[in-house]
């Protein structure tokens, strides 16, 4: 396969104490899913449950069977640990 075929796109995941982007080179027409595999993140990240977390391209949430565009960023959220209002809040009172 030629590199006419392939499109450039990133994957990220991010933790509090860890944070990574993998750029990838994908056949055009790969979807969400076949992004995540072949970019090894699985293996840097194994908590990730592509069954249970949300994937989103560039914040607006997606699919795993969505396919991908030259430039696309494919995110991986985590759940929230605690509501943003409630630690404005805490932060707050702090000061």
């Given amino acids: 396969m030629g590199t006419a075929n392939l499109i450039a796109v990133e994957v990220a995941y991010a933790r509090p104490d860890r944070q990574r982007i993998v750029s990838v080179w994908v056949p055009a027409g790969s979807t969400i899913e076949m992004v995540i595999h072949q970019s090894g993140i699985l293996a840097i990240f194994p908590e990730i449950d592509l069954t249970k977390q949300k ?19 494919v995110e991986i959220y985590r759940a929230l640990l605690i509501d943003p209002k409630e630690a404005r809040r805490k932060r707050a009172s702090k000061n």
């Fill in 55 to 73: 994937i989103g391209i560039f914040c607006q949430l997606k699919e795993l069977t969505d396919k991908v565009k030259e430039g696309d960023r």
